[in-house]
């Protein structure tokens, strides 16, 4: 659909012309010229090809159509001002539908809370919550957030930010331990069993460094390979081999005893967690006011 931008300019100025009730005060309130606003009451008759109003050197009078005409062009000005009010107010009041994506695991163990307290101050935005471990496109599937955990972050035209930080942590049941023995080095799990998370880049190379900072990289043996985190740590917890997980997955597993941490003495990569959204420019309150109540909740 295209529009004349002429026509509509014309119409401002004719709305303004009768609003005024004269030409010279029209020219006053829109900071042109007598000349120019006559010129342009004059294009836009030849435009529609009718005449809107009787004009004398003192006076002007509208004709029927030029009635007719000033009514309609008063109702879409109308309406184009209360969409900027509107547009306006989605700025500095948060309101609307918020659309989420967010992995399960980080849904469920740190985010949950977050989205009820959120709603709680913001009573007229809605959430839209993808809890899903899939990679989505942010602008091509309609997500205002995204919110990801990763050791490395693609480059991207996106704007990030990150709200919290954490690390992987190599764990393994008692009960896998009191079979298998209980590896010192990262280079013995080369000798075990061990569960791997199907959506990293290289589930089956584990990365450490040592207390001298040197790096070690132990390509491990899969014994379940699986895309999901919480699947991932009920076979952990079941014995079934030894996992490397986020710290944020395990805390009620390492706190009960029901996993155990192996090789404190190393250091993993670090995951950070990280808001994702189009763009800072022209930002809408919903957006601003969720990436600024995550922000200092996690922080």
Known sequence: MSYNTDLLDGMVIFAEVVNAGSFTRAADHTGHSTSYISKEIHRLEQRLGVRLMNRTTRTQHLTAEGELFYQRCQQILTDANEVQQALLGLQQQPSGNLK???????????????????????????????????????????????????????????????IMHSRSVTVAAPSYLAKQGTPQHPNELRQHHCLTYSNLKYPRLWQYKNQYGMDIEVEVNSRMSINSSEVELAMCCAGLGIAR?????????????????????????????????????????????????????LS
């Open 245 to 297: 997980m986020p710290e944020f997955v395990l805390d009620d597993q390492l706190q009960s005893g029901k996993l155990v941490e192996l090789f404190t003495d190393y250091q993993t990569i670090p995951i950070d967690i990280y808001l994702i959204y189009p763009s800072r420019k022209h930002m809408s309150a919903k957006v601003r006011s969720f990436i600024d109540y995550v922000a200092e909740a």
């Open 100 to 162: 989420i994506s967010c992995p399960y695991s980080l849904g469920i163990t740190r985010l949950q809370p977050l989205f009820a307290g959120y709603l709680c101050q913001h009573p007229e935005v809605t959430l839209d919550v993808d809890m899903n471990n899939r990679k989505v496109d942010v602008i091509a599937d309609g997500f205002d957030i995204v919110i990801r955990a990763t050791s490395q972050l693609e480059d991207s035209s996106l704007i990030s930010r990150c």
